[in-house]
């Protein structure tokens, strides 16, 4: 039916013969003609109030067609024919950006997964179907609070989960003996993959909750450990904590920092499965506490060792690492006692490709470590709180013929521009008899941390970018990015 057909709408108002002569002009009407004025005014005052009751109710049923066209086009929307397979993956997607390691998520209930069961039935039906979705447990204990609740969440986890693998969030800031939600958590640790723990508070005094060592001997799946804590004092954690995570047959990856009130890094009061771990990042408080270890991580391949500062200790033969691939060693304070050693005097590693050195060696036990471990480093990152010399650089650049990676910092001569542009050149130099000898179009980044930030000329950038050789000069002192820490992220 046509639409305007349904509507019955009064003629057009015409003014009655006996008064029309008068709209157009102004004499007064007498006392027929206006009673007829009046009488006529009434009747179009009450066709106004009917058209105006047609046009609300018109601008209703507009917005009910808006809102039906909408509803009626979601029925064609792509999202409706998405494969439950492609949704699922959407739904991990959406998951893993929510719950990030250190994100403050007060109300998880609010957040996905949770939310993505609430949308519909066929998103519910998906949702509480695939359990992985419901496989990452995070627990902020100061955030959570001490009541039911989050016990009750952290078992519907777990049910939902069905047998899937764990991955487990537990970060607390407060010194607490126990927590209510921990039972529950604990309870399936059998399954846990992936566990961080953060924040925890430990020492002889106040030991780990005590409901930790619930899961010594119980962890056949865990595969990356994540803990970093404080310890309150320099003595052992009792017996009964300290061996919780040694019996873990599959753990290979294992990130291990610990600092005390003040801030400075301490060797890490648990034991682990070291020869079987394949990547380890660890804090020590001196160089010595460091060397039992070494001999037993036969299959190491990924190493960051950070130690308060380094210290002289007694000489040994090196040990080899021969899987290791990439090595960080990072000293909090800068200043070397005298005799101090190296870590690096400690090893060799020939199938080493990137080796970071922050304040932890200098260029003589660097250049020793590479002609003793014959590597080919590919990436080379270089940092001292003390300038560097120039000739230092070049001298270790020229002992990299397979280099492609470097970054340096805290160059000498830093109120002139002049020795780095000068750098620069030497390591153009380097790199054209290199890809001459080697006669591969390789390519060569290069990263200077320097104060002045001199800049290359264009021209001459871009000659370099020709022969693969791209430079970059930041100002100031760049950040120590640990590639070994990345692994964790």
């Known amino acids: 039916m046509d639409a305007a057909a349904s509507l019955a709408l009064p003629d057009a108002p015409i003014s009655p013969a006996s008064i029309a002569h008068l709209l157009a002009t102004n004499s007064a009407p007498e006392g027929l003609e206006s009673r007829i004025a009046s009488a006529h005014l009434a009747e179009l005052e009450k066709q106004a109030a009917f058209l105006e009751s047609v046009m609300v109710a018109c601008a209703d049923r507009h917005a009910d067609v808006l809102r039906s066209i909408r509803d009626h086009k979601s029925i064609l929307s792509p999202v409706r024919r998405l494969p439950n397979e492609l949704l699922v993956e959407i739904f991990m997607v959406v998951v893993r950006d929510t719950y990030g390691f250190d994100d403050n998520v007060p109300r998880p209930w609010s957040q996905p997964p949770w939310t993505l069961a609430r949308v519909c039935r066929r998103w519910t039906a998906v949702a509480l179907g695939t359990s992985l979705l419901w496989s ?40 607490r003996e126990t927590h209510n939600v921990l039972n529950a958590a604990f309870t399936h640790c059998e399954r846990w993959k992936h566990v961080q723990l953060s924040g925890l508070f430990l020492s002889t005094m106040n030991p780990p909750i005590p409901q930790i060592a619930r899961i010594h001997g119980r962890l056949p799946a865990l595969t990356t450990l994540k803990i970093h804590a404080e310890l309150k004092d320099d003595a052992d954690i009792l017996a009964e904590f300290r061996d ?246």
């Open 136 to 175: 990452r447990v995070v627990l902020h204990l100061d955030l959570i609070g001490l009541g039911q609740g989050a016990v009750t969440m952290t078992e519907l986890l777990h049910q939902r989960s069905g047998s899937a693998p764990l991955t487990v969030e537990i970060h607390d800031d407060r010194d």
């Open 244 to 489: 919780i995570f040694a019996v873990a047959p599959n753990l290979t990856a294992v990130d291990a920092w610990f600092h005390d009130e003040d801030g400075f890094l301490c060797r890490p009061p648990f034991g682990f499965p070291w020869r079987q771990l394949t990547t380890l990042s660890i804090s020590f408080a001196r160089s010595e506490e460091a060397l039992p270890i070494f001999p037993q991580l036969s299959t190491i391949v990924d190493l960051r060792v950070q130690v308060k500062w380094a210290d002289p200790f007694p000489t040994q033969n090196p040990i080899t690492l021969p899987h290791l691939r990439m090595l960080e060693l990072y000293s909090q304070r800068a200043m070397k006692p005298p005799g101090y050693l190296s870590l690096l005097s400690c090893l060799t590693a020939p199938l080493l490709e990137h080796l970071g050195v922050h304040d932890e060696a200098d260029e003589e036990c660097i250049l020793r470590f590479i002609t003793q471990s014959g590597c080919k480093l590919r990436s080379f990152h270089f940092f001292e709180s003390s300038m560097i010399s120039s000739e230092v650089v070049l001298s270790l650049v020229h002992e990299m013929p397979c280099l492609r990676h470097l970054k340096v910092s805290h160059l000498d001569n830093a109120s002139d521009p002049q020795p780095v542009l000068l750098i620069i050149q030497a390591i153009h130099s380097h790199w054209l008899a290199v890809r001459s000898t080697s006669g591969v179009s390789a390519r060569l980044s290069v990263c200077i941390a320097d104060n002045n930030r001199p800049t290359v000329d264009p021209e001459v950038s871009s000659l370099m970018q020709k022969d693969g050789l791209f430079v970059e000069i930041v100002r100031g002192v760049w950040q120590f990015d640990s590639l070994v820490d990345a692994k964790f992220a």
